[in-house]
């Protein structure tokens, strides 16, 4: 028998970027356990990281190409694949444009280095601008504000949650997701520390969370209502004469304009719209700007719904116009190792309007289209309609808006190539699928989420596992594609080469960073606390944070509009549904894990015991929820941590379908929360999804529990 080796590496699944100690002998696993030694996340980690091991050793893993044939599937080789593929996507480029062939990149991509630095090459070989990925049905509008506001949509400023006294926290939910555009584990006790120094928490939301049952003070917000709140805050401030940028004073342009602008959202107007006294929100801002130092953070709540843009904009503003912007325990730029910033020229983004999509006219971003429209652009006939798709680590027909209809959608596609480690409800449609390798059989070094941490560090774990049967890493995979899409031959050119020239061109260059110092910091290396550099990171053509851009001016008429209820809505549709996410799984793929599907219970519809002595319905028995695009049938759990008209649904899940091959997953399917949700509801500001406020009638259901 083997020894027991230790094998320390970053778990990959969110953007926590918990670090594990892992013991293994034979190539198994002994334990997953918390790396105390790890600068970055000192010892947290969640329930997820133990199934790691589930998904290396998961028998449902595609672990050879797969070609889809008339009654299932055939293994090929990749030779065969990669001709198929290059033949095809080149005949359809050929007849019907470059364009033709649109790409969705998933969540996972996020998390991997490899897809991290291949990925550009890969979409520049395709030559197509129809590129979507989860970003819009997530964080776009954080990154729409950083380009307009710093003029990089990488710049984006995190709360310095270990130094702040005053966090307020609208729409996220850091204790079950363990944070999000704010990378840090540990949440819960990073939350209570603030309280503990004398700080305080207060929570937006309109279901009392996790989160806010452990803050100072939580507020029930009625759904997207947060940008009237949060003008109504900004607005207080200005009026009370309580405005001070700090040490920003010289690189602030548009202030005016946001005072002009905010007389039109005090808060004795926008209170009843938004729930929340106007004497609770002018005290509210009071305390905002009196804290020592504050912060003001806004995520999914407040990113995926009708307001997005404005709300991640106003949420910037509100930092800045209180002198909490780029200040220790304000809003703050880290300064990751791998400097995504580094390339970025001075630019006007508001000089030209952004692109807009075929056929609805949603503004191109970051160089991609919103993915509300995809299925738009693959079903409506014409030139420039998409014929096939490529998908990388994504699986759409679960995640994205009225997913359903995507599903009809990529069922019509000439071609389609999935890249993933699962058959699923996505990759089903693929001509040809291709397994890549995930978790323990990978490198680690994070790219994005270092530019989104709390605190600097850079780590790089090696693969513990080698890919079994005919798996591939996911940069490899693209690296053949690229190949049989352009006839290139592959220069040897491997992540770590990439990784290894950015760190030692980066921020910590002088210090002799490289991949070499990382290798022999297993745990990590410790770069230090945030520390202000909005100097060194704005990219505006002056130099200046941008305070009042016209695309957000532009868009308050919308906002003014939202101060009066939909009565005609509400009629048909009395509800307004949200999600939520659970500690026990990732989005749409860690389902097929035993031990997580296990702790995850039942997916339910939580609505308040008020609603549902209303509908006379009670606990465990099933409802038809119905939107105005989709139904489904959902088991009632009674909970008055909802506010009274506001339901919510757990997304990720839906795994039903018989021809996927997540059996595990399979046999505790739940409901899809986008068979409901509406890709014709948008911020049409960013494009990005309004998952949140969804409007939904809820009726007792026929099917038995
Ligand atoms: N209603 C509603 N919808 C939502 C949300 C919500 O809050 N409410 N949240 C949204 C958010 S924030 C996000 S990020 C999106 C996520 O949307 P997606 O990214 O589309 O969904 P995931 O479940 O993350 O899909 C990951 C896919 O990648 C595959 N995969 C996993 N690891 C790897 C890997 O290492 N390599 C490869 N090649 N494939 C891999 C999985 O099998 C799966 O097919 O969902 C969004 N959808
Ligand atoms: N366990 C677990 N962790 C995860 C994930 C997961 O699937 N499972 N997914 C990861 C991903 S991809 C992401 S992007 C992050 C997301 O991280 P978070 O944004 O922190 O997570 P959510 O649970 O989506 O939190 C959104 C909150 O907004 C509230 N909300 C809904 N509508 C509104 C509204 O109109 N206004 C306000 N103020 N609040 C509203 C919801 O009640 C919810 O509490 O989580 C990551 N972490
Ligand atoms: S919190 Fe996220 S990074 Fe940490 S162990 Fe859990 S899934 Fe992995
Ligand atoms: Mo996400």
Known sequence: MSEVQTHFRTCNICEAMCGLEISHQGGAIVSIKPDRQDPFSRGHICPKAVALQDFHADPDRIRTPLRRTGSGWREISWGEAYAEIGQRVRAIQQQYGSDSVGTYLGNPNAHNLGNAVFLPQFQKALGSRNRYSSASADQLPHHVAANYMFGASMAIAVPDIDRTDFMLIIGGNPVVSNGSMMSGAGMPG???????????????????????????????????????????????????????????????????????????????????????????????????????????????????QSFGGLCQWLTVVLNVVTGNFDREGGAMFPQPAFDLLARVQRNDPGARPPTRSRVRQLPLFSGEFPVATLADEILTEGPGQIRA???????????????????????????????????????????????????????????????????????????????????????????????????????????????????????????????TTLLEHPHGLDLGPLRPCARERVRTLNGHIQLAPDLYLNDLSRLNAALHDDAADREHYPFKLIGRRLVWNHNTWTQNSRRLLKGTGRISVQLHSSDAS????????????????????????????????????????????????????????????????????????????????????ISAARQAA
């Not at 609770?280 to 999914?300: H, T």
């Not at 989420?449 to 709390?454: G, L, T, W």
């Not at 990720?652 to 890709?679: C, F, K, Y």
Request: charged share 20%; hydrophobic share 40%; with cysteine.
């Open 190 to 304: 990073r939350i209570k520390a603030i309280q503990k120094r004398g700080g305080k928490v207060v929570v937006v939301d309109p279901r009392h969370t996790e989160t806010a049952k452990i803050a100072s003070e939580h507020l029930a917000i009625r759904p997207e209502a947060d940008a009237l709140l949060l003008f109504a805050l900004i607005r207080t401030v200005i009026e009370e004469d309580l405005v001070d940028f700090g040490q920003l004073g010289d690189m602030v342009d548009g202030y005016d304009r946001i005072a002009a602008a905010s007389a039109d959202f005090t808060p004795e107007r926008v209170c009843d719209a938004v729930g929340i006294s106007a004497h609770r929100i002018r005290c509210l801002g009071r305390e905002f700007a009196a804290a020592p130092s504050a912060v003001c953070y806004g995520r999914m709540g407040a990113s995926a």
């Open 389 to 515: 798709m490529f998908t990388v680590a994504g699986n759409p027909v679960l995640s994205a808006p009225n997913g359903d209809r995507l599903d009809t959608a990529f069922a019509q596609l000439d071609f389609m190539v999935s890249v993933d480690i699962y058959l699923n409800e996505t990759t089903r449609h693929a001509d040809i699928i291709l397994p890549a390798t995930t978790g323990l059989e990978i490198a680690h070094f994070d790219v994005f989420f270092n530019s989104f941490a709390v605190h600097n560090t850079a780590k790089y774990s090696p693969p513990l596992f080698q890919a079994k049967g005919e798996q591939r890493h996911d940069w490899q995979i693209l690296k053949g594609l690229i190949g049989c899409l352009t006839g290139a031959v592959d220069d040897g050119t491997t992540p770590e080469m990439l990784l290894d020239a950015a760190l030692r061109s980066g921020p910590y260059k002088d210090q002799g960073l490289s991949l």
């Open 614 to 697: 209303r509908l006379g319905v009670g606990s465990g028995q099933f409802v038809t929820v119905r939107s105005r695009t989709g139904q489904l049938d959902i088991e009632v759990e009674i909970d008055d941590d909802m506010s009274p008209g506001v339901v919510s649904i757990p997304q990720g899940w839906g795994h039903h379908r018989p021809d996927i091959g997540m059996r595990l997953a399979a046999e505790q399917p739940g409901v899809s929360i986008n068979s409901l949700t509406d890709s014709g509801r948008i911020d049409p500001l960013t494009g990005n999804a309004a998952f949140n406020g969804t409007p939904v009638a």
